[in-house]
């Protein structure tokens, strides 16, 4: 069973630019949720989706966005970075549809905004 | 607003002795609690979970117990070896058809050989 994979491992941006990452769900997970830790914080929920439509969001601006495509792999984009944009981005796949559930991460991206 | 608060950012515990790791939330709708541990350079790794329909769960070493009324949780991991040393976070959900974690800052639990 493969588990959850995300790339690229880390990434440096500049201000203003755009940035796509990437994120293969683990085998037979449907849904994939996306989280942004900064330094000493702990995840923080960005978004979910769920049959390649989003299913949940938290208190990010628009510029962040995403997809799920067909096979349950998942990107996330994120427009006019900004400096504290500078973190490591989570993804997570799990199982939904049959009440709570237990999420799996991926080892995260890096990303460095300059 | 903090919802899931780990108040010790720091513990340390000889091997073989009991790991008590605290969690305290805000939100009384909160359903369902995971814990998480994360070593450098990886992803969190799940370690156990609790429905707020009980009050304790076990698995091997970990054992989750939760207090609704404090709105408390905490993991006991009995006993404790090198291996265990990481940060622990603990993480939050309601049930609105979906669940969306609210984690708290995590403690870095540091075992002493």
């Known amino acids: 069973e493969t588990g959850v994979t995300q790339s690229p491992t880390h990434l440096i941006k500049t201000r203003g630019q755009q940035v796509t990452l990437r994120c293969s769900s683990q085998s037979g997970h449907n849904t994939v949720s996306w989280y942004q830790q900064a330094l000493g914080q702990g995840p923080q929920f960005i978004f979910q989706?769920?049959?390649?439509?989003?299913?949940g969001r938290g208190n990010f601006p628009p510029r962040f966005s995403g997809l799920q495509f067909p096979n349950y792999s998942s990107e996330l984009n994120v427009n006019a970075l900004e400096l504290d944009d500078s973190a490591l981005y989570l993804c997570?796949?799990?199982?939904?549809?049959?009440?709570?559930?237990?999420?799996?991460f991926g080892p995260g991206t890096r990303l460095t905004v300059t | 607003d903090q919802q899931v608060k780990q108040n010790s950012p720091s513990l340390s515990v000889q091997e073989g002795r009991i790991s008590i790791l605290n969690c305290d939330y805000t939100?009384?709708?909160?359903?369902?609690f995971l814990w998480y541990k994360k070593y450098p350079a990886e992803g969190p790794t799940f370690l156990i979970s609790?429905?707020?329909?009980?009050d304790k769960n076990e698995d091997g070493r970990f054992t989750v117990f939760l207090n609704k009324s404090a709105k408390h949780l905490s993991l006991h991991i009995v006993p404790s070896q090198p291996g265990d040393s990481a940060v622990y976070f603990c993480a939050a959900s309601e049930n609105r058809g979906t669940y969306k974690y609210i984690f708290g800052t995590g403690t870095r639990l540091k075992v002493l050989a």
């Open positions: 997570a796949s799990s199982i939904q549809g049959e009440g709570p559930y237990e999420q799996y």
């Open positions: 939100n009384s709708m909160f359903d369902y």
């Open positions: 609790i429905s707020s329909i009980k």
């Open positions: 989706y769920y049959r390649e439509e989003e299913n």
